[in-house]
Nanobody
Framework: QVQLVESGGGLVQAGGSLRLSCVAS????????MGWFRQAPGKEREFAAAISSSGGSTYYADSVKGRFTISRDNAKNTMYLQMNSLKPEDTAAYYC????????????????????WGQGTQVTVSS
């Protein structure tokens, strides 16, 4: 069983930057593909970025491509999301997620294909 804890959210002005962290415990971190999802009030949870278990492959939603960078440090059991040039529409609760290899054949972009979730961290971007 993997536990995930996010941190690094906060209030920032448009154009600013934040770095989110996700620390994993209770499992072998390097075995899990990981992702960041976000959910704004009244909206469905949506994909933001994902990274393979080794860190060799990364995936981004079109809405964040070129502004966000996902990375991981398997030695520290930690995943990161560097968010630059933030916009008010990036305001949401951001969730860290992990998935076992049994979900590997499923879409990287779908929340249903991730079986471990953090509690979320709020990001608010003011205009």
């Amino acid at each position: 069983q993997v536990q995930l804890v996010e941190s690094g959210g906060g209030l920032v002005q448009a154009g600013g930057s934040l770095r989110l962290s996700c620390v994993a415990s209770g499992g072998t971190f390097s075995m899990y593909a990981m992702g960041w999802f976000r959910q704004a009030p009244g909206k469905e949870r949506e994909f933001a970025a994902a990274i393979s278990s080794s860190g060799g492959s990364t995936y981004y939603a079109d809405s964040v491509k070129g502004r966000f960078t996902i990375s991981r440090d398997n030695a520290k059991n930690t995943m990161y999301l560097q968010m630059n040039s933030l916009k008010p529409e990036d305001t949401a609760a951001y969730y860290c997620a992990a998935r076992d290899k049994i979900y590997a054949s499923g879409s990287t972009y779908t929340p249903q294909n991730y079986n471990y979730w953090g509690q979320g961290t709020q990001v608010t971007v003011s205009s």
